[in-house]
């Protein structure tokens, strides 16, 4: 596991980060500068292949090709991470699969609150073939979560659930979030989604990505009901069109 904790903020300094394909090769992110700050939701927001997993992998540590600086170190920080598809074993429990991220001697510890938290405490011994979609990715955020991260990252977690489920999950996913003050960096396509729960949005321009715009909703003292939705919303799409669609 890694250290016990990160300094904050945390920041993402990426020059340049070019594949070196054969044919030629393809700059996906130029002169990206950001900073998270401890117990904030931030939001990436930007075009479809604009590289935003890209950057995700290099906040993370997976991509160490690029120029630039993250600021701890990746390996220094408890990163718990939910794809955007669960990726469990199909022949583990459920309690196994979570159990499977924390280091063999901690594995051993009881996962009683964090299960019950989630609504996982009656499907502990079942396995993934059982499980709705909805589920599945419950148990995957039960393992990121087992880490007790310093930065959850979430890559588009409720990308291809119906709305009920999606719904339900979010209600869970913040709750959590809330509840534990915890650092949140989420890749999502769903601008309502995005204003509903960020402190604050980045907004990336098309490949190469690099930072078009902060939207700071943390200091915004109002209700975020579905009239300051629209509002927001149709506010951005106008300012950022490219970015943002209705």
């Known amino acids: 596991m890694p250290g016990a904790g990160a300094s904050f903020p945390i920041r993402l300094d990426i020059e340049h980060k070019v594949y ?3 044919l030629r090769p393809v700059e996906a992110v130029r002169d990206f500068h950001v900073k998270i700050d401890e117990a904030e939701t931030v939001c990436l927001i930007g075009p479809s292949g604009t590289g935003k997993t890209t950057i995700l992998r290099i906040l993370t540590g997976l991509d160490r090709d690029f120029e630039g600086r993250i600021s701890p170190d990746p390996g220094s920080i408890r990163i718990g991470i939910v794809f ?15 159990r499977l991220a924390l280091p063999r001697a901690r594995r051993s510890l009881p996962l009683d609150t964090l299960l019950a938290d989630l609504g996982l405490a009656e499907w502990r011994r079942r396995y993934p073939g059982e499980l709705s979609g909805g589920m599945a990715r419950r148990v995957a955020l039960a393992r990121a979560l087992a880490i007790e991260p310093t930065l959850l990252v979430l890559d588009e977690p409720f990308v291809s659930l119906d709305d009920r489920a ?7 996913v913040f709750d959590v979030v809330t509840t534990r003050r915890l650092t949140v960096l989420m890749v999502t396509h769903n601008m309502r989604e995005a204003l509903m729960f960020a402190d604050r949005l980045i907004l990336l321009t098309a490949r190469p990505a690099s930072l078009l715009a902060e939207v700071r909703l943390r200091e915004q003292r109002v209700a975020r009901n579905a009239q300051w939705l629209d509002s927001m ?3 951005l799409a106008s300012r950022y069109p490219l970015t943002v669609s209705l």
Do not use: F
């Open 20 to 22: 070196r394909h054969r």
């Open 233 to 235: 919303r149709a506010d």
């Open 166 to 172: 999606a719904t339900e999950l979010r209600k869970v």
């Open 84 to 98: 955007q598809e669960p990726r469990l074993l199909p022949w583990r429990s459920v309690e196994d699969n979570v």
